[in-house]
């Protein structure tokens, strides 16, 4: 039998806090997991009936790979590869094949006109006629002209998508440039994900470069939420002390930073759940499922 078509307890016990319900999207088949799209379908598939599994959000793969999961009962978040032109299509196979898409990514890809671009992506997906939350990836630091695109995205009642990671460590974005985008994204009341290199909680550095945290960009993202400054959010994405980040997610931070920090996609979904248990940001269920 076809792991996808086992079945599935659809009544699972709930153990896991609400605030945190949803924040890991299964990004398994992107590196530098690159684990076969079935395999990866597989595990998701799986996973719910562990305790944990509120912890998990949709599945992501790319336009391409949704011919290959006809039947597939789980949310999808759908990353585009083309440009604005190949959103309708793929949208369309994926209602003919029965698919739930739950979102879709797609980058801005014309740099010398992104407020253009964001328009066209706008338009093309007000052509296909879904109601879909999109995230826009825009390129680069948050320039004047990054900061136009960024109000489109929000006249347009869209979100974004920051790209956290990289697998050349020298692309990676600093964390002044990370507080800057999500101080752009709370200024402007725009939801976001992000992407890339966030699998552990804490900022960290593995071999050949640092490493964002996701718990770092919690902390940020609530600390520009209560008026503090890009510097302030700069210094939380640079905390190493997971006690101390813990400590600033009390009294509602999560669910705060939740309202604007949706999700990211990470390529291990049990490394960010072994790192909150051990921060003790969540019940230790794991043991217990």
């Known amino acids: 039998m076809d792991p ?3 079945p599935v307890d659809p009544t699972p016990p709930r153990a896991w806090p609400e605030e945190w319900r949803g924040l890991v999207d299964d990004a398994a088949i992107f590196p530098p997991g690159d684990v076969p799209l079935h395999d990866a379908t597989a595990a ?3 996973r719910r009936g562990e305790r944990w599994a509120d912890l998990v959000g949709t599945f992501v793969l790319r336009d391409t790979d949704l011919p290959l999961v006809r039947g597939f009962d789980a949310p999808l978040s759908v990353v585009v590869t083309g440009g604005a032109g190949q959103l309708a299509g793929p949208l369309g196979a994926a209602a003919r094949l029965g698919l739930h898409v739950a979102a879709v990514e797609i980058a801005v890809r ?3 006109d992104p407020v253009g671009n964001v328009r ?5 997906l007000r052509a296909a006629d879904v109601d879909v939350p999109l ?3 825009l390129p680069g630091p948050p320039t004047a002209t990054w900061l136009a695109a960024a109000d489109e995205v929000a006249a347009c009642d869209h979100r974004l998508k920051l790209r956290l990671g990289h697998v050349d460590h020298d692309l990676l974005p600093d964390s002044a440039t990370v507080a800057a985008w999500i101080d752009a994204a ?3 009341e725009i939801r976001f994900k992000a992407t890339a290199g966030l699998h552990r909680a804490v900022r960290h550095d593995p071999e050949g470069g640092g490493a964002h945290g996701f718990v ?3 902390v940020a993202t609530r600390t520009l939420w209560d008026g503090g400054t890009v510097a302030d959010a700069t210094e939380v994405l640079e905390q ?6 813990a400590a600033a997610l009390a009294d509602g931070g999560v669910a705060s930073a939740r309202r604007w920090f949706t999700s990211f996609g990470s390529c291990s979904v049990t490394e960010p759940l072994d790192d909150l248990i051990t921060l003790g940001l969540a019940p230790d269920v794991k043991e217990d499922a």
């Open 240 to 245: 190493r002390d997971g006690a101390a980040l």
């Open 120 to 124: 066209r992506i706008d338009a093309a």
């Open 44 to 46: 998701h598939v799986a």
């Open 110 to 112: 014309d740099v010398d």
């Open 135 to 137: 995230f826009v990836e």
């Open 216 to 218: 770092n960009v919690l």
């Open 4 to 6: 996808r078509d086992a």
């Open 186 to 188: 709370l200024d402007r």
